[in-house]
């Protein structure tokens, strides 16, 4: 467990320290995922940070944050996905077809096929390596403990919590205040465990339908804002396209910077397409160029 109090020689001390060994092993700061607006605007993702990635309904953000695990996985990290807005049936399900790249509403998907994709995802290197727990409304101090025998068993290199209305704080009030105590407790917890935490949370209802993301309309924003050091928000501006929009990083500063992605629906992989000015308006207002081309929808599960 980290120490309570230290100096600043001390804290610049361990840096350094980290840091150089890093460099000499080739690594970068923080967990990497291969996408650039997470490794090179965010700097990865750093152990002890929170990281809030918000959507509305049917954006993809499950989706999003299930292919993060798997790009860590994949590097040899243990992934503890706390999925309490989906059943394990779901889970699965997702992970099935999405190796077979066949949606799940396909009748024609047989037996022998999904037997052919079971064995392709035993085989596979990340699948061993992304652990799923799916009980809902969670406390602080079960996702804790599950947390530390994952970490102590496995070693743990990412946490994600699905999604933030399924966090117990055990505050009675209204559902700002309930939804202020939780992400208060989940970046507690990361910095606890000294891992990455991806906190997922949906936009208002109130005003989802408003041109572009912005912390405005995060359901709990002000503290959302306050406590979390990266704010992330998955637009659906139609059903052709998809967008991550950064609204803040603690760590380098960066912010109001988005980018385009595609999503191949075998594995269930999004790819970056190419960077788009924030807040610049829809294709309702304005044509869209001729520069992006989404190879597949995004489905709407």
């Not at 001390?10 to 997470?38: F, K, N």
């Not at 992400?183 to 997922?200: E, G, H, N, T, Y």
Request: glycine letters at 10%; charged letters at 25%; hydrophobic letters at 40%.
């Amino acid at each position: 467990m980290e120490r309570e109090v230290r100096t600043l020689v001390d804290l610049a001390a361990d840096y350094v320290a980290e840091r150089s060994s890093e460099l000499r092993l080739g690594r970068r700061v923080g967990v990497v995922t291969g996408l650039r607006c997470i490794d090179d605007w965010m700097g990865g993702l750093n152990p002890g940070e929170l990281s809030t990635l918000a959507a509305a309904g049917g954006a993809g953000k499950s989706t999003f944050v299930l292919d993060l695990g798997r790009r860590v996985a994949a590097a040899g990290g243990t992934v503890l996905v706390f999925s309490a807005a989906m059943t394990a049936r779901q889970v699965g399900q997702r992970e099935v077809h999405g190796e077979l790249g066949r949606p799940i509403s396909d009748r024609s998907v047989g037996a022998i096929d999904l037997a052919a994709a079971l064995e392709r995802i035993e085989a596979a290197d990340y699948a061993g390596r992304v652990v799923v727990d799916t009980r809902t409304r969670l406390a602080g101090a079960q996702v804790l403990a599950t947390a530390r025998r994952v970490q102590a068993q496995r070693g743990l290199a990412l946490l994600v919590f699905d999604h933030l209305g399924h966090w117990d704080s055990k505050v009675r009030g209204n559902e700002q205040e309930q939804l202020a105590a939780a992400i208060v407790q989940a970046k507690d917890l990361a910095k606890i465990l000294d891992v990455p935490f991806v906190m997922l949370c949906h936009f208002s209802r109130a005003r989802r339908e408003a041109t572009r993301p912005s912390m405005e309309i995060i359901r709990g924003t002000g503290k959302i804002d306050d406590v979390s050091d990266n704010i992330f928000a998955l637009w659906r501006p139609d059903l052709d396209r998809t967008e991550l929009h950064l609204l803040k990083c603690r760590q380098t500063g960066q912010q109001n910077r988005a980018i385009r992605l595609s999503y191949s629906l075998y594995r269930q992989q999004f790819s970056e397409e190419e960077e788009i000015q924030f807040g610049a308006p829809g294709p309702a207002e304005a044509p869209r160029s001729g520069g992006y081309q989404p190879r597949e929808r995004v489905p709407n599960f």
